[in-house]
T-cell receptor
């Protein structure tokens, strides 16, 4: 089945220790997104790639970076995680960004910062 | 600035009855609306959508109603089943152009369907 896969499902890192979350897709979608979701909050868009074009949200901290080496893979790098970065990180893909194009989500990575 | 609001954090209904999940939005430029369902430990999955040129869209047990003048939409589930117990997110997007791709989510409503 075509899908969006996030690894790992659970990640524990220490305060200030860089961490990378990964996402892969078999849907061959041209757009990949990273969302951050904290408990009882709406998923918040951090950035997205439209093909190779990177689009950062204005309020995404510099501490968050992303890489998309090819169509199938996208990475979220947190350079110096703080306690406030503990959250669920959701990767999503879509075929285009307009109209009723739905996002297809992975199961997320739950990040804990100690 | 929360542009998509789901004011009921939770809703509990009996199996077989109707579930009505509400969503309000403040941005009159939103043209497309999507509902997602999320089970614990899973990512959100797309459920149903509606564009602003319509006021109703139906898919099996799920119907979404849109009232543009009130900036309000609702998701109806009839009949509700225990497997429908999940968090439901409302999301909205503007028409194409510039940064209007962004899908803005509400905080979600936890639906519990009791057997």
């Amino acid at each position: 089945d075509a899908m969006v896969i996030q690894n790992p499902r659970y990640q524990v890192t220490q305060f200030g220790k860089p961490v990378t979350l990964s996402c892969s897709q078999t849907l061959n979608h041209n757009v990949m997104y990273w969302y951050q979701q904290k408990s009882s909050q709406a998923p918040k868009l951090l950035f997205h790639y439209y093909d190779k074009d990177f689009n950062n949200e204005a309020d995404t901290p510099d501490n968050f970076q992303s890489r998309r080496p090819n169509t199938s893979f996208c990475f979220l790098d947190i350079r110096s995680p703080g306690l406030g970065d503990a959250a669920m990180y959701l990767c999503a893909t879509s075929e285009g960004t307009v109209g009723l194009s739905p996002l297809h989500f992975g199961n997320g990575t739950r990040l804990t910062v100690t | 600035d929360q542009q998509v609001k789901q004011n009921s954090p939770s809703l509990s209904v009996q199996e077989g009855r109707i579930s009505i999940l509400n969503c309000d939005y403040t941005n009159s430029m939103f043209d497309y609306f999507l509902w997602y369902k999320k089970y614990p430990a899973e990512g959100p999955t797309f459920l149903i959508s509606i564009s602003s040129i319509k006021d109703k869209n139906e898919d099996g047990r799920f119907t979404v109603f849109l009232n543009k003048s009130a900036k309000h939409l609702s998701l109806h589930i009839v009949p509700s089943q225990p497997g429908d117990s999940a968090v439901y997110f409302c999301a909205a997007r503007r028409d194409s152009g510039g940064s209007n791709y962004k899908l803005t989510f509400g905080k979600g409503t936890l639906l519990t369907v009791n057997p």
